[in-house]
């Protein structure tokens, strides 16, 4: 058994790559809306009632983005591009409730997790 084609290699290679750039587009997006609503909320054009209602929607959308890609198989030694980013989902999701305390409590600022994709985000 020789292994893929180059054919086969290169377009499962350009498979990831695309569905990499699409989770990335897809992350800053929800994260840009995310802080446009912080932004409302913090000078009172939003209420922090319409922050959160609005925000749990985000949360609903950025949670099935990182456990979608979390549930990919890999390797446990793959080092691929893919597998970094699954792994990074999986660590996210075991810590996403305290990525979202600026939302929850009131009081809380986004300064330790203000970006908290940012770091991940393939660019």
Sequence with gaps: MLGASPDESSSKYQSVLEYQKKLDRALVNQQEKLFELWHQARDGTLTRCEFQLLAQEI?????????????????????????????????????????????????????NNAYPLEPYVLR
């Design 59 to 111: 949360r609903t959308s950025l949670k099935s983005l990182l456990q979608d890609t979390a549930e990919h198989q890999i390797g446990s030694k793959e080092k691929t591009p893919l597998a970094k980013t699954v792994r990074t989902c999986r660590q996210l999701l075991k810590v996403e409730p305290a990525l979202w305390l600026f939302v929850t409590v009131e009081g809380v600022e986004p300064t």
